[in-house]
C-alpha cells in the first residue's frame, strides 16, 4: 500500500492510497478498483476490503474525500455535494493519467454517502466503467426529528456554513465488536457533517434515484436488513429502475449499515467478487438505447382535460405577469428558447413594472432551469477557451464553427476575451435575422477572422463543406430539442467529415429538468410552438457523440445536474475506419 495525493479540479490536493497486486509492478497494472468511504470516515477503513477485492486481479485505489481523513478542508463539510462528485470525476481522469488504466478496465465499489457520489458520477458524467458495487447506498437518510429536512433547508438558508452531529453510535453500524471499538478510537473519523452536504445529497440522490433508468452500467447492491441509518425501500426502487443489462440485489437480512465491517462480512465480500468477475467478462455497451423517449411523446401529446385547465390557468397567469415582468414578456413575445430570451436572462438583471413586477422577474431569472442555463455558458465559455489554449498548444489555427449559434454572443464574447493570435469563426444559423444579429456582434466585439451564414445544423453534406476547416466545433442547446437521434446522428456525422483529426468537439445535454412538464404545457417556443424537450441520458449522447469518432475528453455541469457541458476530441483513426466499413457493407457510413 502506497500513499499519494493528486490535485482535484479546483487546484486542492486530496490524499488518496493504492494497492498492487503482489507479482504486479506499480507502472503496469491492468484493471483497477475504485473505493468510495462513507460519510465520516477515510479511506484506510477500507484497507482489508482492498486487499481481499483487490487480490492477484486488481490494482486497487481509495480516496479521501475532502473534508475527510488525511484530505484538507473543515471537517465534514465541501462547497457542495456536486463538488464531491466532480472530485470523484478528476480522480477516475488521475488514475488514467497516472497508471495508464483506461475507463473499461475499471470498477468503482462504494459504501453510503460514497455510493451516492458513486451513483451521481455514473449518472451525470457517464463514465465507461465496466461495473458499479453500491453498499448500503444512502439514498435516503433517517431523520428521527419530526420535518428534519425543512428545518434543515431553513437553516442552510440563514446559516450558509452550519453542522450538525451524527447520531450514529459505533454499536449501531455493526455486529462486530472489535470493529465498533476500532471506529470509536479512530482520530480521523469526525462526526460533524455540514448542512448544506445533508440537503444537497438529499436533492441529488432524489433525482438520481427517480432517473436510475439512465444508468446502464452493471451494477450491484448490498442491502442491510436492520440498518438504523438510511432507508431499505429507497434503494429497492433504485434497483428495479436501473436499466442494466447486469444487475443484482443482495439484502443481508441480519446486518447493520456498515456492511465492510459487519461480523460476517465475508459473504458481501465474496459475492462483491463473483459480480466484478462476471461484469469484467460482460463487453462494455458500444451504445445505449434511447432514453425518456415515452416521457417526449406524452408532452407531445394534449393533456387529459382536467389537467389541461391547470395548465391553463398557469398560462393565463404567466400571460398576466408577463405585463409586469421584462423577462416573461421578452419569452413570449420571441419564444422562450429565443436568443433574445437566452441574452436576457444571460444579463440577470431584474426588470419589470413596479417593485411587484421586479419581484416577479427575479423570482423568474432564479428558477433552476435558467440559473442552470446561466452556470452552462460558464461552462461553455470554459471549456471553449481550454479547446483554443490546446488546438495552438499543437500548433494549430484556431479555427472555431458553430452550426447553431443564434447570435453567437457566447462564443464572440470568448474570443475577444482569450485574445492572442487571431481565431477564426463561422457562425452558421437557419434563421437569417440571427445570421445578421451574428454579424453585427461580431463587428461590434471586433472579431476580424469571422463569417456567417444560413446553413441546417442537420444536413451532413452541407457541414462537411464547411471551409476553413475547423478545429473547434460547438453545438450548444441544439439537440436537447428534437427527439429523432437519426437526425442528431447526421449532424454529428457531418461535423466529424468537417473537422480537421485531432480536432475538438464541445457538446451540451440535458439529462433532466424539473419543470419539464410545466414548460411543455405553458411555455412557447421561438415557433409559436409548446416547448417540448427531449431529455437525453449523459450515456446517451456520449454514445452517440463516440460512434460518430469522437472521444470525451471532459464533462462539466450546474449543481443540480439539469444542463451539461462535454468537451471531446475527434479521433484520428475515424476515417480510415468507415472507409474500410464503407468498403465492407457497400454504403456510406
Known amino acids: ?29 491492468r484493471r483497477a478498483l475504485i473505493l468510495f468511504h462513507r460519510g465520516h470516515e477515510h479511506s484506510g477503513r477500507l484497507d482489508e476490503i482492498a486487499r481481499r477485492l483487490g487480490g492477484t486481479e486488481f490494482a486497487v485505489f481509495a480516496w479521501d474525500a475532502r473534508g475527510h481523513g488525511n484530505s484538507p478542508g473543515e471537517r465534514g463539510w465541501a462547497e457542495s455535494f456536486a463538488a464531491l462528485v466532480r472530485d470523484a470525476d478528476t480522480f477516475a481522469k488521475h488514475i488514467t493519467r497516472e497508471y495508464c488504466i483506461v475507463p473499461e478496465n475499471m470498477a468503482v465499489v462504494a459504501h453510503s454517502v460514497g455510493a451516492v457520489i458513486a451513483a451521481a458520477w455514473v449518472h451525470d458524467y457517464a463514465p ?7 453498499a448500503s447506498p444512502a439514498f435516503r437518510v433517517k431523520l428521527y426529528v419530526p420535518f428534519a429536512l425543512p428545518f434543515l433547508r431553513v437553516r442552510r438558508k440563514f446559516q450558509p456554513k452550519s453542522f450538525v452531529k ?16 476500532s471506529y470509536a478510537a479512530d482520530p480521523l473519523i469526525s462526526r460533524a457533517v455540514s448542512v448544506n452536504l445533508l440537503v444537497d445529497m438529499y436533492d441529488t440522490a432524489e433525482r438520481v434515484v427517480a432517473n436510475a433508468a439512465a444508468i446502464h452500467t452493471p451494477t450491484l447492491l448490498l442491502s442491510s436488513g436492520k440498518d438504523f441509518v438510511v432507508k431499505l425501500p429507497v434503494q429497492r426502487k433504485f434497483f428495479h429502475r436501473l436499466s442494466s443489462v447486469l444487475k443484482e440485489m443482495r439484502e443481508y437480512e441480519t446486518f447493520y449499515h456498515d456492511i465492510w465491517h459487519e461480523r460476517d462480512r465475508s459473504w458481501p465480500i465474496d459475492h462483491t467478487r463473483d459480480f466484478l468477475r462476471r461484469a469484467f467478462a460482460t463487453p462494455v455497451a458500444p451504445d445505449v438505447p434511447p432514453s425518456n423517449v415515452e416521457t417526449y411523446e406524452r408532452l407531445t401529446h394534449r393533456p387529459s382535460p382536467i389537467a389541461g385547465l391547470a395548465w391553463t390557468g398557469q398560462r393565463a397567469f404567466l400571460k398576466i405577469a408577463g405585463k409586469l415582468s421584462g423577462g416573461i414578456a421578452t419569452g413570449w413575445r420571441s ?30 431569472l432564479d428558477s433552476p432551469g435558467w440559473r442552470g442555463i446561466r452556470q452552462r455558458r460558464a461552462n461553455l465559455e470554459e471549456l471553449l477557451g481550454r479547446a483554443i489554449v490546446l488546438v495552438r498548444a499543437e500548433g494549430k489555427p484556431a479555427q472555431i464553427l458553430d452550426p447553431a449559434a443564434g447570435s453567437g454572443r457566447y462564443v464572440l464574447e470568448t474570443v475577444q476575451r482569450v485574445g492572442g493570435a487571431p481565431i477564426g469563426v463561422t457562425l452558421r444559423d437557419w434563421n437569417a435575422a440571427n445570421v445578421q444579429a451574428a454579424t453585427e456582434l461580431a463587428r461590434a466585439c471586433r472579431v476580424e477572422e469571422f463569417h456567417a451564414e444560413q446553413g441546417d445544423a442537420f444536413d451532413r453534406a452541407s457541414l462537411a463543406a464547411v471551409k476553413p476547416t475547423p478545429g473547434i466545433a460547438i453545438v450548444s442547446g441544439l439537440y436537447e430539442l428534437f427527439a429523432d437521434n437519426l437526425m442528431v446522428r447526421e449532424s454529428l456525422a457531418g461535423l466529424s467529415d468537417a473537422m480537421s483529426e485531432g480536432g475538438y468537439l464541445i457538446y451540451t445535454n440535458q439529462p433532466w429538468h424539473p419543470q419539464l412538464e410545466m414548460i411543455a404545457r405553458v411555455l412557447r417556443n421561438r415557433e409559436g410552438k409548446p416547448w417540448v424537450m427531449r431529455c437525453r441520458s449523459q450515456a446517451e449522447i456520449d454514445g452517440l457523440v463516440h460512434a460518430a469518432g469522437f472521444e470525451k475528453i471532459d464533462t462539466l455541469l450546474d449543481r443540480n445536474g439539469i444542463f451539461t457541458v462535454s468537451l471531446a476530441r475527434r479521433r484520428t483513426f475515424t476515417r480510415q475506419r468507415e472507409s474500410k466499413m464503407s468498403r465492407a457493407s457497400g454504403e456510406h457510413i
Open 1 to 29: 500500500m502506497t500513499e499519494r495525493h493528486f490535485t482535484t479540479w479546483d487546484g486542492t490536493k486530496l490524499f488518496y492510497r493504492s494497492w498492487f497486486p503482489s507479482e504486479s509492478s506499480e507502472s503496469t497494472p
Open 128 to 134: 465507461r466503467i465496466r461495473a458499479l458495487v453500491l
Open 166 to 181: 451524527s447520531y450514529v453510535r459505533p454499536g449501531m453500524l455493526t455486529h462486530d465488536t472489535a470493529e465498533a471499538k
Open 335 to 364: 419564444g422562450f428558447d429565443s436568443g433574445d430570451s437566452l441574452d436576457y436572462v444571460y444579463r440577470n438583471q431584474t426588470n419589470g413594472v413596479s417593485p411587484i413586477g421586479r419581484l416577479i422577474d427575479r423570482i423568474y
